[in-house]
T-cell receptor
């Protein structure tokens, strides 16, 4: 019973061609996160939503945008992918709380840029 | 800014033996939460164990336990009776109070030798 679903599992795009990754959740969690994880590295937070309140990390490139049209869905848009954007993109959700709430992760989308 | 340091890029353990993974962190907060996540080759992030900083008692989950030393800002993970399925990347993570996002360490790759 998948709770955080990311589509597609693998995505191939061309250099400079816009691409959108999607994430949906059945948990009704307030908070949704997008992490970028490059090979053999720690996940790096790009941005997160608390309900509709968008929070961008200071070092997230302008090339990355996000949309959250409703509680269940969140999208990551990469406007002009470069070779350096090839990575695993992880979506996660959590309930709003005191910080002890665990994050539920999707299976990720592996993005390749040709 | 909070930082999480995992000083062991790779570790190995014999099946059925015990292994300890190290983690230190830096924070000025008194209220926070610590986590260990496991990421197998499938790349799915799985919560292993969590600890609330206000609790003195070390968390345990079956074969997994932590040694939480608040004054030393240390949070090590002990895996007892190691199994082949424990082979994975292990990430230590910190979360401050409220809805602040997780900050990950760089990870420790654990190999289990049959």
């Amino acid at each position: 019973d998948a709770m955080v679903i990311q589509n597609p599992r693998y995505q191939v795009t061309q250099f400079g061609k816009p691409v959108t990754l999607s994430c949906s959740q059945t948990l009704n969690h307030n908070v949704m996160y997008w992490y970028q994880q490059k090979s053999s590295q720690a996940p790096k937070l790009l941005f997160h939503y608390y309900d509709k309140d968008f929070n961008n990390e200071a070092d997230t490139p302008d090339n990355f945008q996000s949309r959250r049209p409703n509680t269940s869905f969140c999208f990551l848009d990469i406007r002009s992918p470069g070779l350096g954007d090839a990575a695993m993109y992880l979506c996660a959700t959590s309930r709003a709380g005191q910080g002890s709430e665990k994050l539920f992760f999707g299976s990720g989308t592996q993005l390749s840029v040709l | 800014a909070q930082t999480v340091t995992q000083s062991q890029p790779e570790m190995s353990v014999q099946e059925a033996e015990t292994v300890t993974l190290s983690c230190t962190y830096d924070t000025s907060e008194s209220d926070y939460y610590l986590f260990w996540y496991k990421q197998p080759p499938s790349r799915q992030m799985i919560l292993v164990i969590r600890q609330e900083a206000y609790k003195q008692q070390n968390a345990t989950e079956n074969r997994f336990s932590v040694n939480f030393q608040k004054a030393a800002k240390s949070f090590s993970l002990k895996i007892s009776d190691s199994q082949l399925g424990d082979a994975a990347m292990y990430f230590c993570a910190y979360r401050g109070p409220g809805n602040t996002p997780l900050v990950f360490g760089k990870g420790t790759r654990l190999s289990v030798i049959a």
